[in-house]
Every structure is written in C-alpha cells, then in structure tokens.
C-alpha cells in the first residue's frame, strides 16, 4: 500500500488544500507500524485527505440546496461525524433536472462529435488515475472499505470503465437494413436524452462508473443521486469530470434522500430514463414512480442470495478460500455475494473446518491499516440488522461455528461469521442479509442443488466448483440468473454484462449490452425511385 499511495504524490493535489508530500509520508509510516492484528486496540487513522466538496453540483457549480438544509455523513468505523453534506429536496430537483435537459437540448454535449465526447472521457480517465490514492482515501473514509480494496481494484476499475466507455462513443451507429421493395431503409441510435440515476453505498464509485459512463458515451445528460450514507466521492470526483472539459449541467450530482430527492427524480416528467442500483424493495418503488408519471424505462439491479456450489470433485482448498471471499468481500455488503453456500454431503465435514479455520483468520479492523480484509458495516442500521440475522440462525437451529458478535467496542465492527447445519426455510438461508455472515448448506447431487439454488425470487449470480466439465455445463445452463462463476467468482472486467434475473433485476450495465438501454433505435424509411439493385 505504501508503494501505491507514494507513487501519488507525483500528480498534481485536487486542491490546494490536499495534503503535502510530507504528510503523506508521515500517513505511510502511521498506517504500516501497527499491525493489522491490533488494528482495532488503537486510535483510528485519520485520513490525508480534506473534504472541500459537501453542496451539490448542479449546472457546472456547487451550489447549497434551496432549503438551505444539510445532513451528516458518518465515519463506521467510529460512528463520528465527518461532514454535513447538502439535502436535496424537490426544488432541487428541478434546478438539476432543468440543467440536463437545456444541456440536452441546447448544449454542447449531444451535439458534438462522439470523437470529442471520448477525448474528454479519456481525459478524465487520466485525472481520475493520477488522484487514485485521494479519492479512494475519501472513499474509504465515507464507506468503510479496506483502503487497499479502494486504492488497488475499485479506483483503478473506475478509470478503466471510463476508457472502456469512452472508447465505444464513437463506434455506436445504426444500421442500414434491406427492405420488401423500393425503400432505403436506416437505423439511427439516438441519446435517450435526460437520465436519473441512483447509485447504492456499497461500492458508491464503482457503481457510478458503471452508469455514469456509458450515459455520456452515448451522449446523454445525467442527474445522479448519490446515496445518503456516501455522497463525498461522487463530488470530488465528478469535479474533476468537468476539469476535464465536460461541458455544464451535462452532469448534475444531488445528495439527500429517497423519499424526498429520490422519489422527485424518479416521478420527474423531464426525465427520460431511470437507472437504479440498491434493495429489490426499493426497486419495485422506482418502478411504481416510473408507472406513476411519464413511464420512462427503467433499468434496475436490485439484490441476489446468490449460490456457490461446492460439487464433491472440487478442489476443496480452493473452494474454501473462493467462498470465504465471495462472501466475506466488503464486509459481506455485496449484491452478488455467495450467500447460500451448497457443499457435497461427501465432502462437507471437511469443508465446514476449513471455512470455520479462514473465518477465525480474518482480520477484522481499521480499514486505513495494511492487511485488514474488512472493516465496518456501514451504519448502525446495518449493523443491528445483521446482528439479528445471526440471532435468528441460532434461534432456529443452525450451528454457530465462528464469529456472532461485534468485533471491538467502537464503531460497526462485526466478527466473520460461519454457520452450518443451515436448513433452506430459514431465515439466513432465505434473505439477503448484506453482511459477513456465511451459511453453509448440504446436498447429495446435482439435480437437488439445482432446485434448491434455484428455489428463490432473486437471480443475479451463481458459483459452481468442479473438475467436470459436463458438470459445469450442466449447470451454467440451468441456474436462472445473470452470471455463473465457474471455478472462480467476483470476476468483473469493464467488458463483462452484469444484472439479473427475476428479482434481482432488469436490463444489464457494463460492456456494449451497457449501451442499449441509453440509446432510442429510430427507423427511418425514404422511397427509391428507379434503384439499380435492392
């Protein structure tokens, strides 16, 4: 980590306030003198980094909200304030909505040459690298993710989902399509103009790269609502989206909360589109709001209690450290986490030791020190919500093998927790509890674990280890949902769609299946008088 955060210092500070090289060094040493082990008997870090942006950025400025209202963001790790960020409501709103549809319709923007809307996305890809380790310091700060996490995957897979994107704008066109009779006939891909999107606090960057991006590929204008409980990153870093040329009001950014600033969006009829990524629940009121208005298209991805099955050939070793980090990984608050896992009667014993052994190893602290895996659960909502899971596990009859309870005594610090004798009608087994609380299940063969992982409303992804190659065929063609991992999970690229099936979504972001849901296909058909060939 000390390596990726010195070799920052030689890009330019995101302001003048940013923190000297000097202090950066001294930061270093901090962080990499105390062992990961003792992480939570000491003092929090305090991060290097300052917090200028908490208004909301509305038309190229950053601007109080019209109520003149704020609200706080907190630190998990202490539950502490760390800045009071401004509430959007409705008149907000407005103001945001308003800018992206004059920058749609009068602007620059959708005007200009794809060519010169990738040059500036390529640009701010380059900002965005050179102040890596600033923004994953916010990032971290805000949401609690291992810093390292931050600074050395999601930062880097922001940059490179904008170059993905930024490569594509100006390779999106139609198609000229042959006809029954003496007509020329075109397809045009067109902007779909003003979009709304809601990005969720679990991963709040990578999320608005993923919406972000291809929205402006395509040429269109966004108002994007940050979650309450992480609204800094989005700020600073759409900051430097208009450092590097992007025109005013093409992105608009409001912080606040969903009764208020996210139900105006969603019901706004000067929106064209919605693009949402948080619980199922909340889904299906997005879409109401959508019904309710204007009925601009939706895409959702929503929440998963997805499968890893553990078949009884598989490498048990590999499987074991795979499945601890499919559903250990940021905390356990991932959509896509291999929450229910299904091991082989034949092998279980084993497995269930092996998994209690990596959990007991885990270590648990302060995100900003080197070697923590994981750090607090994001708020005290969160927090008792999966303490009361793993109340219900044990009240139903699971066994408790590791973990159960807060990890310290400050902050929302939760040990990694491994249950087995899981049964499919209980509690733990059923809902997606978004925390680090592994569920251990048995089956006999391939035809049950395909029922029983497939016996659920979501279906955003699945993990199958085995050496068969007819067992893996089998079953990445009969687990209903969005991505199968075979012998491997949570592998994303900027290439690779992502969504879900049933429940757990609609429509699908990232690579060119990333494009079509911010594009209107329009035909257009012109007569032929006297064509030399059809």
């Not at 075979?486 to 994303?492: E, G, P, Q, S, T």
């Amino acid at each position: 980590m000390a390596t990726r955060v010195l070799s920052s210092l030689r890009s330019a500070s995101l302001s003048s306030a940013s923190p000297s090289i000097g202090l950066y060094c001294r930061w270093v040493r901090s962080i990499s003198g105390i062992s990961a082990s003792s992480a939570a008997e000491t003092e929090p870090v305090t991060p290097p980094v300052q917090i200028d942006h908490t208004q909301l950025l509305i038309d190229g400025n950053f601007v109080d909200a019209a109520s003149g209202k704020t609200f706080p963001t907190f630190d998990p790790r202490t539950g502490e304030v760390i800045a009071n960020v401004a509430e959007a409501d409705s008149e907000d709103v407005n103001r945001a909505v308003s800018a992206a549809r004059q920058a749609f319709d009068e602007g620059p923007w959708p005007k200009m040459t794809a060519y010169e809307r990738s040059r500036i996305l390529f640009r701010f890809a380059d900002l965005l690298e050179k102040h890596n380790d600033e923004v994953a310091a916010i990032e971290t700060w805000d949401s609690g993710k291992p810093y390292e996490q931050a600074a050395n995957h999601e930062i880097p897979m922001v940059v490179r989902v904008f170059r993905y994107y930024a490569g594509w704008a100006d390779k999106i066109h139609g198609l000229t399509v042959p006809a029954d009779g003496p007509h020329h006939v075109q397809t045009l891909h067109e902007p779909i103009g003003v979009t709304a999107q809601i990005v969720p606090w679990n991963f709040p960057l990578l999320i608005y790269s993923w919406k972000v991006a291809p929205a402006l590929a395509c040429g269109n204008t966004v108002v994007l609502k940050t979650a309450e409980q992480t609204p800094l990153s989005a700020l600073i870093v759409s900051k430097l989206l208009l450092e590097a040329g992007l025109p005013p009001g093409v992105l608009n950014i409001i912080s606040g909360f969903g009764p208020t600033a996210g139900a105006a969006l969603c019901s706004h009829m000067n929106v064209d589109k919605i693009a949402f990524t948080g619980s199922t629940g909340t889904g299906k009121i997005v879409l109401g709001l959508s019904a309710q208005s204007n009925l601009k298209p939706v895409t959702l991805e929503l929440g998963g209690k997805s499968p890893f099955i553990v078949c009884r050939d598989a490498d048990i070793d590999v499987a074991v450290e795979a499945a601890h980090s499919a559903l250990f990984f940021n905390q356990g608050q991932c959509c896509c986490a291999g929450s229910r896992t299904f091991v082989h009667e034949s092998i279980y014993d084993e497995f269930v030791e092996k998994s209690k052994a990596r959990a007991l190893k885990r270590v648990v602290g302060d995100p900003f020190r080197s070697g923590v895996e994981q750090g607090p659960q994001i708020d005290s909502v969160q927090f008792e919500k999966i303490l009361n899971y793993i109340k219900s596990g044990i009240e139903n009859g699971a066994k408790l093998e590791s973990g159960g309870e807060r990890f310290g005594s400050k902050g929302y610090y939760i040990q990694p927790t491994v249950f087995s004798n899981v049964q499919d009608n209980m509690l733990i087994a059923k809902d997606e509890i978004f925390g680090p609380v592994q569920t251990i299940l048995k089956f006999r063969d391939i035809e049950e674990v395909v029922h029983r992982a497939n016996s659920t409303s979501y279906g955003l992804a699945a993990g199958v280890f085995t050496k068969s190659i007819d067992t893996a065929n089998t079953l990445m063609r009969a687990l209903r949902v969005g991505t199968v991992w075979i012998n491997c999970y949570d592998v994303f690229d900027a290439a690779i769609p992502f969504g879900g099936y049933k429940m757990s979504g609609q429509g699908r972001v990232r690579g060119v299946y990333g494009l079509s849901s911010y594009l209107q296909v329009k035909a257009v058909v012109t007569p032929l008088k006297n064509p030399a060939w059809l």
